[in-house]
């Protein structure tokens, strides 16, 4: 049968507005919340079955919503908001742990909020960023039109940068983040604008602190003031999602929003300020008896809740297929019509589109390395913030590594011992679950299934070394030094590389001992000017070190004095890529660098400009 040409139009119309594809405008592009949780637990909201905790906003939310029983996320929060931000395995866009350096996205990755933009969506995000410290990094770097970054972790009285520009509030990050976002899906609302709005708590992050009305709950249960303030960050938290929510509606926006809400990792279990959990607590928090804790890839430390609610479009059902966080981009770009950039590097998520849509009877036929952000080398003095030079890369062998390898039904789990007697056992440090049958990870059944595990681990071994053979995979960071921004940044414990006792921590460079002790920099000037160079230390503890740097053509000596920061010279810069490398020349001091708190920064400061420290304010 011949169709005319109305006919064809109208196929074309019935087919598409099926698929759910096709937004021709502002008023049908969804909007999409994508509300992030950090540290939150599995068990930590009462829909889940925790028998204390109350989540009455997020219950909600969870009842109008495809919920998924399967979805992981990475161990910790700066890697699996690499994936969820991009769509890429973290290590690929350099992203391999949390601070000294682990945690900056590669600058040439393109992020969801990128592709959003060039399909007309307003883009804004609010709370934990963790993606990169100094410029060229932060969220108004990477394609958001509104941010703030929030101190981690000030959760009383937030501080942090709006659009760059330092700012200080009297309010509570939970509620902060909130108002912020709403403001914005409002002004997008006004200016007929579809949006992408990523409200990233940092609840439940320790140290558990929470307003006292929130917390009085939990004492009147009998909790400690510890857990108390702890389950008291997730009410408050559920408050404010519950204010997201009753603006959405209220604004007439909630049957053309999408919503997602998750977590970045697993629940952990000690806080800074009170100390550890029992472990008669930790079994309180966790009904369900997960094995393990968020820095694990057993499933408590990687499974995380995701519910998305469509409104008109996804009728609430229960999904029980594995998805994983770095399936979000694709799907997201598949409900937008969002096309990807030519030339973007590949997305390693894959859409599951389909299983919201209601069918889940496809298979996904692909495998995923859920990799620990504690990288092990056989390098001297290599830890968790140390730098991936030749010599680290070189030292790399999965054999070494705590990770896991997962697909649509199983999972390898290497080098996690059992921490008690109702773990299972490792077989040559390795263990296989079935997740279908043993979601629990209780069985071992790797000596049932050799082919199968033998299978796996050549897979596992694989993929590991396309990570290490990768130039972009464990990439660290290449600091911007740039006159108009008034202070660039080298952060000491960010290094490309380091020579001899060196030893990188999460927020300094320790441990330098004896001439050779060194860490070398990636740099890049943004234009040839004069600066004044100053160095931070943690204390005043290396008084008596004299050390060097060397930047471009030019060597500056200096000693280190009682200033924790202190102008060691001033250099014109020539634009362009180089490298800083600070050593030790001697020590003339009666401490050694152990003893120091350490190197925390180099500050960059046009000549014809005076550094006042109490006055600056620089992300953490």
């Known amino acids: ?41 599995f068990d930590d909201l009462s829909v889940h079955g925790n028998p204390i905790i109350e989540t009455p906003s997020i219950d909600q939310l969870a ?72 410029d060229g990094y932060l969220p108004w770097d990477r394609g958001f039109d509104e941010s703030y970054y929030a101190e981690l972790y000030r959760h009383k009285n937030s501080i942090g940068f709006f659009n760059n520009n330092y700012v200080e509030h009297e309010q509570w990050v939970s509620q902060v983040v909130s108002d912020y976002a709403i403001n914005f899906m409002r002004k997008s609302q006004a200016a007929d604008q579809p949006f992408f709005a990523y409200v990233s708590f940092l609840a439940p992050h320790e140290p558990w602190l929470a307003p006292k009305e929130y917390v009085a709950p939990y004492l009147a249960k009998g909790e400690r003031p510890a857990i108390a303030n702890l389950y008291g960050m997730i009410s408050e938290m559920d408050f404010h999602i519950g204010r997201l929510m009753t603006f959405l509606k209220e604004a007439d926006l909630l049957d053309n929003t999408l919503v997602i809400f998750m977590s970045d990792n697993g629940p952990w279990w000690d806080s800074s300020n009170f100390g550890a959990m029992t472990k008669a607590e930790w079994l309180e928090r966790n009904p369900s008896k997960m094995n393990g804790n968020k820095g694990q890839s057993w499933q408590n430390g990687v499974k995380s809740p995701l519910f998305i609610s469509f409104t008109k479009h996804f009728s609430p059902s229960m999904v029980n297929r594995f998805v994983n966080v770095q399936d979000i981009v694709p799907t997201l770009l598949d409900i937008t019509n969002t096309e990807v950039p030519a030339g973007n590097k590949p997305i390693d998520g894959v859409s599951f589109y389909s299983y919201l849509k209601g069918d889940v009877s496809s298979e996904q036929q692909r495998s995923i390395y859920l990799g620990s952000h504690d990288v092990i080398s056989t390098k001297k003095n290599f830890n968790q913030w140390t730098p991936f030079d030749i010599e680290a890369r070189a030292g790399l062998s999965v054999d070494l590594q705590p990770t896991a390898f997962r697909n649509d039904r199983y999972k390898l789990l290497l080098n996690h011992g059992p921490e008690d007697e109702t773990y299972p056992m490792p077989v040559d440090n390795y263990m296989l679950f079935d997740m279908q049958n043993d979601p629990l990870e209780r069985v071992n059944i790797i000596a049932q299934h050799p082919v199968l595990a033998n299978e796996m681990k050549a897979q596992l071994s694989e993929q590991f070394d396309s990570f290490k053979t990768d130039k972009e995979s464990f990439k660290t960071p290449i600091y911007e030094i740039n006159e108009d921004n008034g202070v660039s940044v080298v952060n000491g414990f960010g290094p490309v590389s380091t020579e001899g006792n060196t030893i990188s921590k999460a927020h300094t460079l320790s441990n330098m001992k004896v001439m050779g002790d060194s860490a070398t920099y990636n740099i890049d000037v943004q234009s040839s000017t004069c600066f004044n160079i100053y160095i931070k230390l943690r204390d005043t503890n290396a008084v008596g070190f004299k050390a060097k740097i060397d930047i471009q053509d030019t060597s500056t000596t200096f000693m280190i004095n009682e200033n924790m920061t202190q102008l060691i010279g001033k250099q014109i810069l020539k634009k362009g890529p180089a490298t800083l490398t600070f050593s030790i020349i001697e020590n003339l001091s009666k401490k050694t660098w152990s003893q120091v708190s350490g190197l925390r920064r180099f500050l960059f400061i046009p000549c014809d400009s005076e550094l006042k420290p109490k006055n600056i304010h620089l992300p953490n």
């Open 63 to 134: 009842a109008q919503s495809v919920r998924f029983s399967d979805f992981s996320v990475s161990p910790v929060c700066a890697t699996t908001r690499a994936s969820l931000l991009t769509g890429r395995h973290y290590y690929r866009t350099g992203v391999s742990g949390v601070h000294g350096g682990r945690d900056y996205l590669n600058k040439d990755e393109t992020l969801i909020s990128d592709m959003l933009k060039t399909n007309g969506y307003a883009t804004g995000t609010w709370g934990k960023w963790h993606l990169g410290k100094t």
């Open 1 to 41: 049968m011949k169709l005319n040409h109305k006919q064809i139009i109208l196929a074309f119309i019935v087919f598409f507005t099926a698929s759910g594809l096709v937004f021709a405008d502002s008023k049908q592009r969804p909007n999409i919340l994508l509300i992030s949780a950090d540290d939150l637990g």
